[in-house]
RNA sequence: GGGCGCAUAGCUCAGUUGGUUAGAGCGCGUCCCUGAUAAGGACGAGGUCCCAAGUUCGAGUCUUGGUGCGCCCA
């Protein structure tokens, strides 16, 4: 006996049963155990921050991480899955800040540094209960006890490991940045925050000359709206492909050198005459030429300084870049006048691809201090020169935004207080050539809404990543992204367009960066451990810590690796006696932690048994995160891992520090699904405020985490873009899940009514009895169970189909697959519930215990337990509800004890019966032209008819379909089925041209063969085709012959008869109506009368009943006389009469137009017993 | 401004190497079934495959341009 099966079933409180039971069971530690020794399929957690409440996008990325690993369980790896928290970062102080009501680092500071990071660290662990009830409610299995922690001491060391070694290579540097700087509160700003504080402005916009050296008499035209930049002007930027003019200013006397598609509005604007243009020179001619700046607080010390030109490796010495690949070279120079080669080193014009000439004059003052564009093309131009002789970054202006002594007219003021007088001076000096008010977005300080924001340098470490833009992208060629276009678009283009990786942060809450600096010389060392520095010499300052420790002693223990205490550790300098090392301010980038999880989660190198987790866990087989990641993990993962873990390092690397394991490309993941954002159910943002999304638990609640993850796997292809849809979610249910549960509880249901008991006659093992995982081969040890080959047609049919869905469905994982997969197991189950069971209904009726009705239970038990195995990774829980109930409830413990502890199907090849799928599709498709010719003919199938006729296009299968014509007139409701060939009065026939055949063959003569044949008599063709075995066609240009398999045939139903066509049959309805099937109409519609009274009585399935009709029609009377019998047997009636049966509740009806009256009384049960079908 | 992606039925989405009649679910309409039953099923209506040009015998599919939307970066 199986345990009878609720019929409406609460998918959401089954589910929680099932949590429990993996929980107090251990299945996925058993899953684990029982793969032991198994390859390795490698997945890596990308940490999330629990500072915030887990929404629906965070599902999908849990459900399609919980997906792969548990698929790939089932087919035999072994999938360890180490959680991970990402708990350091910008986003964790500002939180922090929000909650204690300050903003600035200022504040920060006065509030304290040390109970600040206690507060940060409190906000990180806000949320973990939420995300953990959340990850065990979803079914992702993954180890949370033993998740790694970015903040704890041996991810930290972990990160100091790989640090140092970059710095030990010369990878790791210091430099400057330029960033969005709050001067006012001495911060820079992060692009979230920038982005927040945009406002239109008017700004001035000026015209300045800037005199060229060589030729006096003309000048520059530059533009600007930042006249506070112009002391710091180091070159000019022209666009090298456009056009300038030399134009003669009669107003003024002199030349001006401007883009000469801006002339015409320069012109206007100030209303000076050109009566000349001298000259248009393309822009790369003016590269290189000298011009003198406006102001010469350091032109007067540099302006006639060089340098020394870098020598490349093919001898050449480079000068004025115009664009990466495009340089002028002086090509025809000896080498030992290379050696001397020299330029300017400032106050040159250059070529800029970010020149644009919309606005301004085509000539774009730089000011490398005060611009990210102007600063990269200092370190451009910084690269030209030999070490050290190049321009260095000159800057006028303090943190604080005033001008520094070097701008003595300036000094102490605020920069952008100076425009105004800047202005005048310019004027005063002739230079200014116009003026206007320029009005555009700028940003000013979220929190301080007078303060603009200015873009400022500050000194910062970077790692030298674009040493290694080849390499990344050689790695990154050979993983396989999913969608592909992510390689070499998205992904690709950001590593093509690398810069080194801005590493240092000026916070507070992060992995500090492990770098000591003596304090008399500067001498730089890398720590990659606590230990490392208790043991330097003369170390001292752990009593910060320990007596914050003493303050409060669960204060955890990894704390003290983090400011303010290690900032706190000193020690002796090896370079000057007496001077103490002290550790740089800075903390680091959180990117850089999350990206170093591949071997700091292990804590590798120094924790014990690291080195081995770490070379049997890299790299990794799968990762999976949203499509924001690309920047962000995916790219300091690959980063990371590849320069640290490749045998080449950058060019001109020596002696660089072993390190292992090393490994092929790709590394550190080798396929990486990306997961599309989700929108809310408006089509927006996903909001919490607008409330534009349910939250997970409320779809928990309702609908069940089988049918979120159905919805995640099976409605698109994961890296769509998909609109949230709580609809959608609730459809996954009648869709699949209830589909395959009524087929489930069917089978319980006669199942038990038969006493189908597969444990009774499976002993299983000798000794235990166990049954395993009830594969075939241990279900062909039951009693009754037959080889399939000697079943039924539709027992093969839907066991094919099982074989062919199990091959497809494991093919589609093995690629990445989730959608194509989800296709798959749903058609069958569809095709199990609205076939397989709707065709076998019958036998499972049928009274007799036969050899067939057997067949159907052992058919119908191996598709539920297969497909319970191929579902499970996808809706575990259903399966494992399935399963308890038809394996291991049922023996009782013999089987295998989680369907999630089983081997995935694979298909058995011989089981795969291609033709009789191709059989069974016909079959299918001329019952649905049936169905579709009674509803043209409106006569409903309770009403029995003669004959169908089937006319086929193609006669391969007739034979066997005239074998299995019963299951065309059981769904028809037709006595007889024929299949005809001489279907000339149903149809006729049009030919076609076989296109992917013809189309090579003909070309252009194509269109005039498919008028051809689409105006001949497709019936004469077909004659001569069969006689002569071809056909020939004359066509203006000339005769074409045509065989059978150049041609298809289409056939279309004549007008008059009850009929449908298809692709590959028309189906016609013979609609002669005897009186004899008009009284079987009767008696059909009199059982769905009675039948409905039961159901109204609330009769049981095998309550038995008597009936009365009490009815004047003389129709309904024979029709009962009839078909007594059978109205009986279909209703379970034992009495039927034509009087009132006294007792019951008489029901008015009409029946076909005739009016009667129906009495129904409930009989007792004691009349018979067992099967209430074998009356 | 640059990069990437998306645009197919009222809605949410599929659409395999270009091929004859572009599909599914929901919703809608008509109906069937009523012993899987607070389910299930069939049939139908509904499409300028965003627009334009090109390649081709043939384009939802390939190319180019445009429009709209999204994301990332400036």
Redesign the pocket.
């Known amino acids: 006996m199986f345990r009878p099966?609720e019929?409406?079933v609460s998918l959401p409180k089954l589910e929680e049963e099932i949590c429990r039971f993996w929980k107090d069971r251990r299945i996925y530690e058993k899953s684990l155990s029982a793969r032991s020794g198994a390859e390795e399929f490698v997945f890596y957690e990308g940490p999330p921050t629990a500072n915030g409440l887990p929404h629906p996008g965070h599902c999908l990325t849990r459900a399609i991480k919980d997906l792969f690993p548990r698929y790939r369980t089932m087919r035999g790896y072994r999938c360890r899955r180490k959680a991970g928290w990402d708990t350091h970062g910008l986003p964790v102080e500002v939180e922090v800040c929000k909650e204690l009501g300050i903003h600035s680092k200022e504040e920060i500071e006065a509030y304290g540094v040390e109970p600040f990071i206690h507060k940060c660290l409190e906000s990180v662990f806000r949320y973990t209960k939420e995300w953990e009830q959340l990850t065990e409610r979803l079914g992702f299995w993954i180890h949370l006890d033993d998740a790694y922690v970015t903040y704890h001491q041996s991810y930290v060391e972990s990160v100091w490991w790989a640090l140092k070694n970059l710095f030990d290579r010369g990878l790791l540097y210091q430099g400057h940045k330029i960033v969005w700087w709050w001067a006012q509160g001495g911060t820079a700003l992060s692009?979230g925050e920038v982005g927040q504080g945009y406002r239109e402005v008017a700004d001035p916009s000026v015209y300045v000359r800037f005199p060229l050296v060589d030729r006096p008499d003309t000048d520059l035209l530059v533009w600007t709206t930042t006249p506070w930049t112009l002391p710091n002007n180091q070159f000019v930027a022209v666009s090298p492909t456009s056009d300038y003019a030399v134009v003669e200013d009669k107003t003024l006397g002199r030349r001006l050198i401007m883009a000469a598609s801006l002339l015409d509005a320069i012109k206007n604007k100030v209303g000076h005459e050109y009566p000349k243009i001298h000259e248009i020179i393309s822009g790369r001619e003016l590269i290189g030429r000298r011009y003198v700046p406006p102001f010469d607080y350091y032109y007067n010390r540099d302006g006639s300084t060089t340098g020394h030109l870098r020598i490349d490796q093919a001898g050449r010495a480079t000068r004025n870049m115009y664009y990466q690949n495009d340089c002028r070279f002086d090509e025809d120079r000896s080498a030992a006048e290379l050696e001397e080669e020299e330029d300017y080193v400032a106050w040159r014009i250059l070529p800029g691809s970010?020149v644009?000439l919309?606005t301004g004059t085509g000539l774009v003052h730089e000011a490398p201090a005060f611009g990210?564009?102007d600063y990269d093309v200092l370190l451009r131009q910084q690269s030209l020169f030999t070490e050290g002789e190049g321009p260095q970054l000159i800057n006028a202006v303090a943190a604080d935004g005033t001008f520094t002594p070097e701008a003595p007219d300036y000094q102490g003021r605020w920069v952008k207080d100076c425009d105004r007088d800047i202005i005048r001076d310019l004027k005063d000096r002739g230079l200014l050539y116009h003026q206007e008010q320029y009005v555009h977005d700028y940003p000013f300080c979220w929190r301080a809404e007078e303060d603009p924001l200015i873009q400022y340098p500050r000194r910062s470490w970077f790692i030298s990543t674009t040493r290694f833009k080849e390499k990344m992208l050689a790695n990154n060629r050979r993983i396989n992204w999913l969608?592909d276009?992510?390689r070499?678009?998205?992904f690709?283009?950001?590593l093509e367009?690398n810069v080194d990786w801005a590493l240092s942060r000026e916070r507070y809450w992060g992995t500090p960066l492990p770098i000591w600096v003596c304090e008399e010389t500067g001498h730089m060392e890398a720590v990659a451990g606590y230990d490392e520095l208790l043991a330097k010499p003369g170390m001292r300052g752990t009593d910060v810590w320990e007596k914050a420790r003493k303050v409060n002693p669960n204060l955890p223990d990894d704390l003290k690796v983090h400011k303010p205490y290690i900032d706190a550790i000193t020690y002796d300098s090896p370079k000057a006696p007496g001077k103490r090392m002290r550790r740089v301010s800075e903390v680091i980038d959180c990117w850089f932690d999350s990206g170093a999880m591949p071997f700091a989660q292990w804590g590798y190198p120094a924790q014990a048994g690291s080195q081995t987790h770490f070379a049997e866990q890299f790299p990794a087989d799968f990762i999976s995160e949203a499509?924001?990641q690309?920047?962000g993990w995916f790219y300091s993962l690959l980063a990371i891992s590849r320069l640290l873990f490749s045998p080449d390092g950058p060019d001109g690397e020596q002696d660089r520090p072993e390190v292992r394991p090393e490994v092929e490309y790709p590394h550190p993941f080798r396929n990486c699904i990306v997961l599309?954002?989700m929108?809310g159910e408006d089509?927006?943002?996903m909001s919490k405020s607008k409330r534009n999304y349910r939250e997970p638990q409320v779809i928990f609640d309702r609908y069940g985490a089988d049918a979120l993850r159905w919805y995640f796997f099976a409605?698109?292809?994961p890296?769509?873009?998909?609109?949230y849809?709580e609809?959608?979610i609730k459809?996954c249910?009648?869709?699949f899940l209830?589909?395959l549960?009524?087929?489930y509880?069917?089978f319980v249901?006669?199942a038990n009514?038969d006493g189908f008991d597969p444990a009774a006659s499976i002993s299983g093992d000798s000794i235990s009895g166990a049954v395993g995982q009830l594969t075939a081969d241990v279900l062909a040890t039951g009693d009754g169970y037959r080889p399939v080959s000697q079943r039924g047609e539709l027992d093969r049919w839907i066991l094919s189909e099982l074989n062919r869905n199990a091959a497809t469905a494991t093919e589609r994982m093995d690629a990445y697959d989730n959608?194509?997969a989800c296709?798959q197991l749903?058609e069958f189950v569809?095709a199990?519930?609205?076939w397989?069971?709707?065709r076998s209904?019958d036998r499972?009726?049928s009274g007799e215990q036969s050899t067939d009705k057997t067949d159907a239970y052992w058919t119908l038990y191996e598709c539920l337990l297969s497909t319970c195995k191929l579902i499970a990774p996808f809706v575990p829980f259903l399966a494992e509800a399935i399963w308890q109930n038809l394996a291991c409830e049922a023996f009782c413990g013999r089987a295998i004890e989680s369907v999630h502890l089983c081997d995935y199907p694979t298909a058995r090849p011989d089981a795969i019966d291609e033709t009789l799928s191709g059989r069974m599709a016909q079959v299918r498709e001329i019952?649905?032209?049936g169905?579709?010719a009674?509803?043209?003919a409106?006569l409903?199938?309770?009403?029995p008819l003669p004959l169908v006729e089937v006319v086929l296009a193609d006669a391969t299968h007739q034979p066997w379909l005239e074998e299995h014509v019963g299951l065309i007139s059981g769904e028809l409701?037709v006595k007889r089925v024929e299949f005809t060939q001489k279907a000339d009065r149903y149809i006729t026939h049009t030919v076609?041209?076989?296109?992917?055949?013809?189309?090579?063959r003909?070309?252009?003569?194509?269109?005039g063969l498919?008028k051809l044949l689409a105006e001949a008599d497709g019936g004469k063709l077909l004659a001569e085709l069969k006689a002569e075995g071809r056909i020939t066609l004359e066509l203006p240009d000339g005769p074409v012959t045509l065989d059978s398999a150049d041609?298809?045939v289409?056939?279309?139903a004549k007008q008059g008869w009850a009929a449908?066509?298809?692709?590959s049959s028309v189906v016609v309805l013979s609609t002669e109506l005897s009186d004899e099937l008009v009284a079987e109409g009767l008696a059909?519609?009199l059982?769905?009368a009675i039948?409905?009274r039961?159901?109204e009585l609330g009769?049981e399935?095998?309550?038995r009943i008597a009936v009365g009709v009490v009815t004047r029609s003389g129709e309904i009377q024979d029709a009962m006389g009839q078909f007594r019998e059978y109205i009986m047997r279909?209703?379970?009636t034992v009495e039927i009469g034509s009087e009132p049966l006294a007792g019951s509740q008489p029901a008015e009806l009409k029946l076909a137009g005739h009016p009667l009256t129906l009495y129904i009384r409930k009989r007792g049960q004691n009349y018979f017993s067992g099967?209430?079908?074998?009356?």
């Open positions: 099966v019929g409406s692009a970010f644009t919309d990210e564009v969608p276009h992510i070499d678009g998205r690709g283009n950001f367009t499509l924001d690309t920047r599309g954002l929108l089509g927006g943002k409605n698109q292809p890296w769509t873009s998909i609109r849809s609809q959608s459809e249910i009648p869709e209830l589909r549960w009524h087929v509880s069917f249901i006669y009514i959608h194509g296709g749903a569809d199990l519930s609205n397989y069971v709707r209904r499972f009726w019952v649905s032209l169905r579709s009674r509803m043209g409106k409903k199938v309770r009403q409701n076609l041209p076989d296109l992917k055949r013809l189309g090579p003909l070309g252009r003569r194509l269109p498919r041609i298809q289409r056939m279309q449908a066509q298809g692709r059909r519609e059982v769905h039948q409905n039961r159901r009769c399935f095998t309550d279909e209703t379970l099967n209430c079908r074998s009356v």
